[in-house]
């Protein structure tokens, strides 16, 4: 007897694929027999220009969820738009040397910021309060005339808190700073920060493909390449670009645009049905400024690792998956002043456009049974 799939509630790792995704990736993963498909975009014949041109389409449905005024560069992923958004613009920052973060960034800014930090930039990581927000007073004495970047989260991934991140850019321009936003979980699910200089995004957190993501970049903002070659991609990031990758993001951009407000309706609905199920467990962050498809919760006296074996039904989290197996504990936990034991006995679930009340109600019920087996 087939075992069943678990219940999947890990929506801030990765997302299900659309099918729209799907169908828009298919006609570009190739087919042989008829030599169609397959073509490098960057190739001057017939073949090469239809796959520039489903490139140029996805590039275009992925704007348009962006703020006027700017262009997509597409790269790997997140991780690589946001270390191509610190690193390519400070080498055209001097004299300004310093980078203003906060606590509880994802490690693609934190790592990359230290790394600046150890090449001679000076770096100022701001703290969170026990609700997870940065003190736009802090911030304000911390970004000055020679802040040459201001790095923030829109959506925490760990803790799905909602950064004051139009604030935080105006800071930034009234210090004659750039601002670079980590939109990760936020892109197509809440609004953008308009004045933002950058902005970096994730095909697989909208349920497009893994392996693409993209950096936006406003009118204006010098950036130098990361990665050296042929000079595709605006000469900003050499390298031959995927047609199907692309066409999967633009196509799952497209939808994320066209369903936001019954996604966004189907999410409150959820998160509603969550805290009525776990409402013996204590949210982390603040559930005012949050989006509302991430919960991080803790139970007192709760071991996770125990509960993640033993809840064997439910694909959930003990934190973010960039960090799983790492035995660090939680920095974004830890940043909220968490003590060592709450940060141990914190879950995370993610859901969304796919997840229905019933998933939600029986991996209530299989998490809470387990949990407490162990608390009694």
């Known amino acids: 007897m087939a075992i069943p799939a678990p219940i999947y509630l890990d929506y801030q790792a ?150 004051p991140v139009d604030a935080l850019a105006d800071l930034a321009h009234a210090a004659g700073a750039l601002f ?66 692309c066409a999967g993001f633009g196509a799952a951009a497209r939808v994320a645009g066209s369903r936001h407000q019954d996604d966004a309706a189907h999410v409150a609905m959820l998160q509603q049905t969550a805290l009525r199920h776990f409402a013996d467990w204590q949210v982390n962050g603040s559930l005012e400024h949050r989006y509302p498809g991430n919960l991080n919760l803790h139970c007192p006296r709760l071991d996770v690792s125990r509960l993640l074996s033993d809840v064997r039904g439910v694909a959930f989290s003990a934190g973010s998956a960039c960090a799983s197996g790492s035995g660090r504990p939680s920095h974004v936990l830890t940043a909220l002043g968490l003590p060592s034991d709450k940060v141990r006995s914190s879950i995370r679930l993610g859901f969304g456009r796919y997840t229905t009340v019933d998933e939600i109600e029986r991996a209530a019920h299989l998490i809470n049974s387990a949990a407490m087996n162990q608390t009694g």
């Open 180 to 245: 670079l936003c980590d939109a990760v979980q936020g892109y197509g699910r809440v609004p953008l920060p308009h004045a933002a200089d950058m902005i970096a995004i994730s095909a697989h957190k909208i349920h497009g493909p893994k392996g693409i993501g993209a950096l936006w970049v406003r009118e204006g903002v010098a950036i130098e390449p990361l990665i050296h070659g042929g000079g595709q991609e605006q000469g900003l990031r050499s390298g031959t670009l995927s047609p199907a990758l």
């Open 14 to 163: 990765t997302t299900p694929l659309a099918p729209e995704a799907l169908a828009a990736m298919q006609p570009w993963l190739g087919d042989p027999a008829s030599n169609t498909g397959w073509a490098n975009p960057h190739s001057a014949h017939s073949a090469g220009r239809k796959a520039a041109a489903a490139v140029e389409v996805a590039r275009d449905q992925i704007a348009a969820l962006m703020p006027p005024g700017g262009r997509i560069v597409f790269t790997s992923g997140a991780t690589e738009a946001l270390n191509l958004g610190l690193r390519g613009v400070l080498a055209g920052q001097a004299p300004r040397r310093k980078i203003v973060t906060i606590a509880t960034e994802h490690a693609a800014v934190i790592d990359t910021c230290v790394w600046l930090e150890s090449h001679g930039h000076d770096l100022h990581i701001l703290p969170v309060g026990s609700d997870g927000l940065v003190d736009l007073d802090q911030a304000r004495g911390a970004i000055s005339g020679d802040t040459a970047i201001v790095a923030a989260m829109l959506v925490n991934n760990e803790i799905g808190v909602i950064q």
